[in-house]
């Protein structure tokens, strides 16, 4: 190429080399009162290499080509960067028409891929998702017909301004040119989570965390973190084995963090080092889940219509599990795999720490509850809850339900009792400390558990008065009091569906019909249970339990949609409407026969 203004094509190169410097290094340490000046400093030098590549004499006209290609595209980046979205696209749309023709050359598809790349982020920040989607979906078409009609380690953009003696090699390209493809799979996992294409966007994640790892191209947090995300989305599909895998896999890659030298260009630090104990937590949480579903999924498969355990189903589950058990792990082992051998062995001996197939026994559900509790308190430590109020909520709403789903396994009801016990323990507390002005809508999450866990106890002290000869006062005490706390709560949730003038919605909204209703039902259901052996105290009971069974049959006569969200407990009160009358009238007859 002829001396192109004084230092010929080594002066060249070099404005490329520093303008690119200013564009990934030195920008990084821009002021935030001038957050673009290196870029804006790095647009200047790649102008002046145009101007010096026209006055270019010789070079070939397809070389000539390729070279205002890259410097139109790493103007387009450029300017995206610098949020001038129109100036950016104009630039990466020159770059693909001044390469269309030859874009499956060694020398010009990782650049054609990598424009396309950006043209997908382009029109992503613009909202324009489906746009978005079909330039990265002819990335991807590209690489595919690429490796399948030559498959030679392509040239990198950057080579198109270096000497001879500077050019990398094989090995080199083929790593930029497969992280370049891993970016298309990465924003296009992000794209069919915006069209909402869940399933694909999940097999795009996990194709892109895989080949991460494989190509040493990744942030140890933000891996770590989508790797999280990912089991949550396998969680909701019950696939419990791939979950763990996504999690285990997630902890072992966070624990590099800070000490592994990235992957990634070494002059770029990991954006998320500052945050690392609130992702550590975040991690935490997802174990939680991971817990707390798969304990929750086995007790649906081994309840009763009445929920309890069903003790031939258990039986019936672990005779099949050590049928199945070896076949499927073989199977779907292969598919789910991350990493190299040493990444391997490290989330497989994290693997081993929880199970992934279904709790059966008490034994088994308590050994999943007890990794899920460690997480809680590794959670806990940094969504504490000055300052993560919420968070801190539902980490205790979550550590309470492990204790739940764990009191279904238990069959000693004294046992079961103290379980939900600990779950009044945690969640009173907080509760009593929640402003109703700014928390409305947890403390009506935490007034119904709490009502329902004081029911569940009630109903529990009733089933062991069942087995004595004879109620003790103690039992009788015990019983009407945690009635009584049940009670107060549901009426608490009640009490904050009025107006601010106390009175009751005559319609209520959707979001609260079901919840409303339960506790209706629930309170009519409560002051039946209540012992006492003054009969006048107790038609009083009954009057009250009338009136709650009524309001449920009236609202679902005058809103007959309102009938699906509650059958069941419908139903049962039409039963109670009809029979509560001739017991009262019997209690009345019995009571004025003794005056």
């Not at 004879?470 to 009640?494: G, M, P, R």
């Not at 629930?522 to 009083?540: M, N, P």
């Not at 009136?547 to 139903?571: N, Q, W």
Request: negative net charge; charged residues 30%.
């Amino acid at each position: 190429m002829a001396a192109a203004a004084g230092g010929g094509w080594p002066a060249v190169c070099e404005k490329f080399r520093a303008a690119r410097t200013l564009s990934a290094v030195e920008s990084l340490k821009d002021p935030e009162t001038e957050p673009y000046r290196s870029k804006y400093s790095a647009r200047a030098l790649l102008q002046e290499v145009k101007q010096l590549l026209s006055a270019a004499e010789e070079g070939g006209e397809a070389v000539l080509a390729v070279r205002r290609a890259v410097l139109e595209y790493e103007l387009g980046v450029n300017h995206t960067d610098t949020e001038e979205l129109s100036a950016g696209d104009e630039h990466l749309q020159r770059c693909t028409q001044l390469l269309e023709p030859h874009r499956l050359s060694p020398d010009c598809v990782s650049l054609y891929i990598q424009a396309q790349n950006n043209l997908g982020i382009l029109w992503s920040q613009r909202d324009e998702i489906e746009t978005a989607q079909t330039y990265l979906e002819s990335a991807e078409a590209l690489y595919n017909q690429y490796m399948k009609e030559d498959g030679n380690p392509p040239l990198d953009p950057s080579e198109h301004f270096m000497a001879e003696e500077e050019k990398l090699t094989d090995q080199e390209r083929s790593k930029r040119f497969e992280k370049a493809y891993t970016h298309t799979l990465y924003y296009l996992a992000q794209v069919y989570q915006h069209l909402e294409m869940i399933e694909k966007a999940a097999q795009y994640c996990h194709t892109t965390l895989k080949r991460q790892l494989e190509y040493c191209g990744y942030y140890p947090v933000e891996w770590a973190r989508n790797a999280a995300t990912l089991s949550q989305y396998y969680l909701s599909k019950e696939c419990f084995m791939e979950a763990r895998h996504c999690l285990a896999a997630a902890s072992v890659i966070f624990s590099q963090a800070g000490q592994v030298p990235s992957a990634e260009e070494s002059d770029e630090t990991e954006p998320d080092q500052q945050d690392l104990p609130e992702r550590k937590a975040e991690i935490a949480r997802c174990w939680i889940k991971y817990c707390l579903n798969l304990l929750q999924s086995a007790r649906k498969l081994l309840e009763d219509n009445i929920g309890e355990l069903d003790p031939d189903r258990q039986l019936e589950l672990k005779a099949q599990r050590k049928k199945e058990e070896d076949e499927k792990e073989k199977g779907r082992k292969k598919a789910v795999l991350f990493g190299t051998s040493d990444i391997c062995d490290s989330v497989l001996a994290m693997e081993e720490k929880v199970s992934s197939v279904y709790p059966l026994d008490f034994q088994e559900a308590r050994e999943v509850f007890l990794v899920g509790q460690n997480y809680v308190q590794e959670a806990k430590e940094f969504f504490q809850v000055d300052g993560y109020v919420t968070d801190h909520i539902e980490i205790v709403q979550d550590h309470s339900a492990l204790f739940k789903v764990l009191a279904f396994f238990e069959e000693d009801y004294e046992r079961r009792c103290k379980m939900h016990k600990r779950r009044i323990d945690m969640l009173e507390p907080i509760y009593t400390d929640l402003n109703p002005q700014y928390y409305l809508l947890i403390r009506r999450q935490l007034q119904c558990e709490l009502a329902d866990t004081y029911y569940e106890m009630m109903d529990l002290k009733v089933a062991i008065g069942n087995r004595l000869e004879k109620l003790d006062s103690h039992t009788v005490k015990k019983i009407n009091s945690l009635a009584q706390f049940a009670i107060k709560y549901y009426e608490l949730f009640l009490d904050s569906l009025r107006n601010p003038d106390k009175v009751f919605p005559e319609k209520l909204e959707e979001d609260v019909l079901r919840p409303a209703m339960v506790a209706k039902f629930h309170i009519a259901r409560l002051y039946g249970k209540l012992i006492t052996s003054d009969s006048k105290k107790q038609l009083e009971n009954m009057q009250t339990s009338l009136e709650y069974y009524s309001f449920l049959v009236d609202y679902c006569e005058k809103y007959p949609d309102a009938v699906p969200a509650i059958e069941t407990e419908l139903e049962l009160s039409k039963e109670m409407v009809n029979l509560l009358p001739a017991s009262m009238e019997r209690l009345r007859a019995k009571v004025s026969s003794f005056v």
